[in-house]
């Protein structure tokens, strides 16, 4: 399915260097704000005090958010568990206050809102579970990667999969340099969304190498270059289709989700903007600059030996 198609070919590796020199500074700066200011970690990777309440009828979250705030925890997460009437208060820790005056601080100010609100359960969340987490991401992230150069070494050669991996990597670190710069909390769900766009990034860098390989063997006289312009080229209606409707849905969670989906979705925007971006102009620009060639996907066909193998 095309929405249209575009006659001439677009000459994208003839700007390939600059835009790398952008993305090679974008790349600089995310890193040095993940140094600089770091990410700032949620509650479950923290540790801080988890409190679960029950209301007769449905909770209203953004009233209890509110007066959860007025008190001074700006930094929390607050969501319905099980049905309407329960919801999950996760706090950070705080210097001399240990979590039954927490508890019992906030429980007195949603009772003074609605007295029909009552403790079901309060427990200290230690930052050793956060260190755990953090391990076991990072442990998920590196798999991840392995899986997908394992995958495009099979399945194509060693330059695309080193060339995708460089553009995968690409768009995760820039999506943690955004969330170090501004500073916005990092979770367990931002953290699936950094998972899924390097998913979602290689699907778009092996779409563009699939057609580079179906251009090797239908323009035998084009140069590298010609090739890899006309298969980005002819794949520029697909990318259309599939990203718009991917962000349709992410933008419906950005504006409809609330609090709890918010920076899932900031990612996934994110993620989907810079994997257009990168699989264009890092992980073809960086497979053409690596030296692909027709004999890496076509093996070369061997003239038939008219002696059958004899030796006269």
């Known amino acids: ?185 990092f979770s367990l769900t931002v953290l699936a969304a950094v998972l899924a766009v390097l998913g979602y990034s290689v699907n778009e860098s092996v779409v563009v190498f699939d057609r580079i390989r179906e251009n090797f063997r239908s323009q035998r006289k084009t140069s590298v270059v010609e090739v890899i312009d006309s298969a980005i080229t002819s794949t520029i209606s697909r990318t259309v289709i599939t990203h718009g409707s991917t962000q349709l849905m992410v933008l419906s969670m950005l504006v409809f989700g609330g609090p709890s989906l918010h920076y899932f979705a900031v990612a996934l925007t994110i993620g989907i903007c810079f994997g257009i971006y990168s699989s264009v102009f890092v992980a073809a620009a960086v497979a053409m600059w690596l030296g692909i060639k027709r004999e890496d996907l076509i093996k070369p066909i061997k003239e038939k030996d008219e002696t059958g193998g004899a030796v006269v």
């Open 1 to 185: 399915m095309e929405l249209f198609r575009i006659k001439k070919t677009i000459p994208f590796m003839r700007h390939a260097l600059v835009f790398n020199a952008i993305s090679a500074l974008t790349f600089v700066a995310a890193v040095f704000f993940l140094f600089y200011n770091g990410l700032h970690f949620s509650i479950e990777f923290k540790g801080g005090t988890l409190i679960e309440v029950s209301y007769k009828n449905p909770a209203n979250i953004e009233d209890i958010r509110k007066t959860v705030e007025g008190l001074g925890y700006t930094d929390n997460q607050i969501q319905n568990f099980g049905t309407a009437q329960d919801v999950m208060i996760r706090l950070p820790a705080q210097k001399g206050v240990n979590t039954a005056q927490q508890s019992g601080k906030v429980l007195e100010a949603l009772k003074a809102r609605d007295a029909t609100v009552e403790l079901r359960r309060v427990e200290y969340v230690g930052p050793q579970v956060g260190e755990e987490l953090a391990q076991n991401g990072l442990t998920a992230l590196g798999m991840v990667i392995l899986g997908i150069m394992i995958y495009l070494a099979i399945r194509f050669e060693w330059k695309y999969a080193v060339s995708a991996i460089i553009a995968n990597l690409h768009d995760v670190i820039i999506i943690l340099g955004f969330f170090a710069f501004f500073q916005w909390e």
